[in-house]
């Protein structure tokens, strides 16, 4: 039984999906699936909608999935044009997960 009944494929993105409009708590049993049935073999993107989200997700992944591989790319702490660079820990998360 699956637990996400239909996703809409776009037309001439072969691999590609979106899937919007899941209800809070359920994100991470739907990013699951998506990883484990529909892409076994590619990786799966997610965008949190805010930094605070980003770690309640990666908990629910850890809990749905403890096995899944899990990247976190976070946010800079700073404006675009700011006067101050970011933070040394949000630029060393984001460059661990982008080596």
Do not use: N
Not at 59 to 85: I, K, M, T
């Amino acid at each position: 039984m699956s637990l996400i009944p239909t996703i809409g494929l776009p037309k001439g993105r072969a691999g590609q999906f979106i899937v919007d409009g899941v209800a809070d708590g359920y994100e991470a049993f739907a990013l699951v699936q998506a990883a484990l049935e529909i892409a076994p073999d590619k990786p799966v993107l997610f965008v949190a909608r805010d930094g605070q989200r980003l770690p309640a997700i990666i908990e629910a992944l850890s809990f749905a999935a403890p096995g899944l591989p899990v990247l976190e790319l976070p946010a800079w702490d700073c404006l675009p044009y700011d006067r101050v660079s970011p933070g040394s820990d949000a630029a060393a998360k984001r460059l661990d997960a982008l080596t």
